[in-house]
């Protein structure tokens, strides 16, 4: 069945050359699911860098649930709020293809802020958090998220605010996904923790077999509180939240003396009208836990260290990476419906130049 079938006459006739910059602009504030006409194609010309400027050519943009928040003009923390004919923010994989900059060359790659577009010309400021790629020997693709902002949320999250230790009973939310997926791994395999993952349905639940979780979750289908009580007798040490709502008011049932609960998203609750009141924070008490949000932009100073460090885990396998690649940007609006449809397996990632598929 495809879910998202309506997207699919909208990519009809949309074709990306060369010779223009292409670019998805906010088109209205979505409302519940997102919408084709949410979005709007706009085509224009590729513009020359001037003085300290480089042309940057779009390899791969990743895709975030954060995006729909931008475009819903909300307060998303890092980035401007979005209005209807804005750009969308995107962050991804570009190479130089013109250089007046001092310190960039022709060919360099970068990561970093490029928005919903084909081309871009930059002066490489701070503000656009633009980051040299260091391939570390790896495919470019990498470099998009694993070896990007979700490898650094991930591992920001899980290390500097979950505290880890061995033998911890560590649960995720979202652990098929993009983070998830590599905080599940790191869980298990670098930190020695005994990882069980919730995700949506069995397939998704059999991957996260796959990734060093020694059980999984069902959200959709199995008794969340039940299972949580089967699974951890002694209670949860760490829980690594991706999705708010009731599945943390759950899990805050669970906890063990000092656990420490790593509020990394709420994705369950982003395309509310209201959001969810959690009334049950209360637990913490009695448990002398915690709870800790992070973002990702307040871990910057990390950067290389953090991504040479990935890059040595997925090297010596303790880290494989699970990329979900949309092929071509026609479908970037699909490939951000997909994360709300639950439709990603991994890190969603568009490979701008890749050939459309006719049915994602
Ligand atoms: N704090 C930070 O700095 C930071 C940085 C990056 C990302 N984040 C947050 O981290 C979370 C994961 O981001 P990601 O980029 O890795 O996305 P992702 O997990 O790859 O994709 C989103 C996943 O969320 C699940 N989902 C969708 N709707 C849901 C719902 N109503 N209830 C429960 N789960 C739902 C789906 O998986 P299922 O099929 O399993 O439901 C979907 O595949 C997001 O909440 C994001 O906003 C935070």
Redesign the pocket.
């Given at each position: 069945m495809n879910l998202l079938g309506q997207f699919d006459a909208e990519v009809c006739g949309k074709e990306i050359r060369d010779d223009s910059n292409f670019q998805w602009r906010v088109a209205r504030a979505p409302q519940g699911s997102l919408q084709p006409d949410d979005f709007s194609w706009v085509e224009s010309p590729v513009t020359e860098p001037g003085a300290c400027e480089v042309l940057l050519k779009t390899l791969y943009l990743?895709?975030?649930?954060?995006m729909r928040m931008y475009m819903q003009g909300g307060a998303a923390?890092g980035e401007v709020p979005l209005r209807p004919g804005d750009l969308i923010h995107g962050r991804g994989v570009a190479q130089v293809i013109k250089s007046r900059h001092p310190h960039w060359r022709e060919g360099d790659l970068v990561q970093g802020q490029i928005g919903w577009q084909t081309y871009k010309v930059s002066a490489m400021t701070p503000a656009e958090k633009m980051f040299r790629v260091h391939l570390h020997g790896l495919p470019a693709l990498y470099a998009c998220k694993t070896l990007g902002?979700?490898g650094l949320?991930a591992h920001?999250?899980l290390f500097a605010c979950g505290e880890p230790r061995a033998d911890d009973t560590l649960v995720l939310?979202?652990?098929?996904?993009?983070?998830?997926?590599i905080v599940s791994q790191l869980a298990a395999n670098v930190a020695g923790c005994r990882v069980i993952g919730?995700?949506?349905?069995p397939e998704?639940c059999d991957l996260v077999g796959q990734q060093g979780c020694v059980a999984a979750i069902d959200?959709?289908s199995d008794d969340l509180q039940q299972r949580l009580k089967d699974l951890c007798p002694h209670g949860i040490d760490c829980y690594f939240d991706?999705?708010?709502?009731e599945?943390l008011a759950t899990v805050l049932e669970h906890l063990a003396h000092r656990a420490r609960i790593v509020?990394?998203?709420?994705?369950?609750e982003?395309?509310r009208e209201q959001p969810f009141g959690l009334t049950n924070y209360t637990r913490l008490r009695s448990k002398d836990a915690r709870m800790q949000?992070?973002?990702?932009?307040n871990h910057l100073d990390r950067w290389e260290t953090v991504m040479a460090e990935l890059a040595g885990w997925i090297h010596d396998g303790r880290l494989r990476p699970r990329h979900?690649v949309t092929a071509g940007f026609q479908n970037m609006p699909k490939a951000l419906a997909?994360?709300?449809?639950?439709?990603?397996?991994?890190?969603?990632i568009c490979d701008v130049r890749g050939e459309p598929e006719s049915s994602l």
């Amino acid at each position: 069945m495809n879910l998202l079938g309506q997207f699919d006459a909208e990519v009809c006739g949309k074709e990306i050359r060369d010779d223009s910059n292409f670019q998805w602009r906010v088109a209205r504030a979505p409302q519940g699911s997102l919408q084709p006409d949410d979005f709007s194609w706009v085509e224009s010309p590729v513009t020359e860098p001037g003085a300290c400027e480089v042309l940057l050519k779009t390899l791969y943009l990743g895709l975030a649930p954060v995006m729909r928040m931008y475009m819903q003009g909300g307060a998303a923390a890092g980035e401007v709020p979005l209005r209807p004919g804005d750009l969308i923010h995107g962050r991804g994989v570009a190479q130089v293809i013109k250089s007046r900059h001092p310190h960039w060359r022709e060919g360099d790659l970068v990561q970093g802020q490029i928005g919903w577009q084909t081309y871009k010309v930059s002066a490489m400021t701070p503000a656009e958090k633009m980051f040299r790629v260091h391939l570390h020997g790896l495919p470019a693709l990498y470099a998009c998220k694993t070896l990007g902002m979700t490898g650094l949320s991930a591992h920001a999250g899980l290390f500097a605010c979950g505290e880890p230790r061995a033998d911890d009973t560590l649960v995720l939310s979202g652990a098929a996904g993009g983070v998830g997926s590599i905080v599940s791994q790191l869980a298990a395999n670098v930190a020695g923790c005994r990882v069980i993952g919730i995700a949506g349905g069995p397939e998704k639940c059999d991957l996260v077999g796959q990734q060093g979780c020694v059980a999984a979750i069902d959200y959709k289908s199995d008794d969340l509180q039940q299972r949580l009580k089967d699974l951890c007798p002694h209670g949860i040490d760490c829980y690594f939240d991706n999705v708010g709502g009731e599945t943390l008011a759950t899990v805050l049932e669970h906890l063990a003396h000092r656990a420490r609960i790593v509020l990394c998203g709420s994705i369950s609750e982003y395309a509310r009208e209201q959001p969810f009141g959690l009334t049950n924070y209360t637990r913490l008490r009695s448990k002398d836990a915690r709870m800790q949000g992070f973002f990702v932009y307040n871990h910057l100073d990390r950067w290389e260290t953090v991504m040479a460090e990935l890059a040595g885990w997925i090297h010596d396998g303790r880290l494989r990476p699970r990329h979900d690649v949309t092929a071509g940007f026609q479908n970037m609006p699909k490939a951000l419906a997909r994360l709300y449809a639950g439709l990603n397996q991994g890190a969603a990632i568009c490979d701008v130049r890749g050939e459309p598929e006719s049915s994602l």
